[in-house]
């Protein structure tokens, strides 16, 4: 779950390469243009009713992104696949290899090849969420171009109980203080209709495998949080994945009592639990 730096892409000047290939859309081209500015200046809610496309205009916008013809000049979606992010921007989860369609193309094909709409996702969370953010969507997920400020309040954790030393990993929490109602409820439902619960409990156990198998040895809880918990932490926010998995398991580790993460990583520290 992050924010991410927008590229920017002339759209509107690649809207007429687009019309002239496929010329089933220049009718509609302006209405199309004038969906771009709206997009932006609601930014990307699902609130606008979808243009009145007919059949085969709306799989013509659909080719346009499945195809991607040199003529149309939409070589760009290409790149969206080579982002180098260690972690997805919609569920924290590792990579993002597909591309997530903000508003889906099934409800609103004119956006099926416009760059803001088009963003970076892993294929758990993408498959996922499927066409949630349709029209009229009572709430819209966070937007990585336009929630950036949302975004930059949560923190999120996992939340890790210790019982007789073993642990149990619950869902991704996050200090709601000083949050709206209503940024807690778009919070919330977007981790609800993002994280898939395998991925993430498995994400959970092998960061914990991980921890138990360093060679290295710290002296102290004390240490350990220094050297191992502060170290991922930098890692985290220098690769700008402040909210991965990674990070929330981090964070919820340091949440814990001295004692209980004594008991868990007892083979880390050189000491025996108490
Ligand atoms: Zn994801």
Known sequence: MRSLQYKIIPDRSILP???SHYIILQPIELEI???YRRYVKTKGLPITPPLNTCNEQKDALIAAYENRPKAAKLEWIDLI?????ESCPFCGGDGARTIEHYLPKACYPEFSV???NLLPSCGSCNTKRNNINEYGAPTALLHPYFDKLLLSRISLYVDIKVEYGIPEFG???YDQDGLTEEEICRVDHHIDSS????TYFNKCRALFSEIRGRSMRWPT???FRKEVVSYEFYLCQK????????YAFYHGLNRLEDEDINVLVADVLGTQPT
């Open 114 to 116: 416009f760059s803001l």
């Open 17 to 19: 390469a687009i019309t």
């Open 33 to 35: 243009k004038t969906a």
């Open 221 to 223: 809880v004390a240490e």
């Open 195 to 198: 994280v898939d619960e395998i």
């Open 81 to 85: 696949y080579y982002n180098g992010l």
């Open 239 to 246: 690769s700008g994945d402040y909210n991965s998995w990674r």
């Open 171 to 173: 869902p991704l929490l």
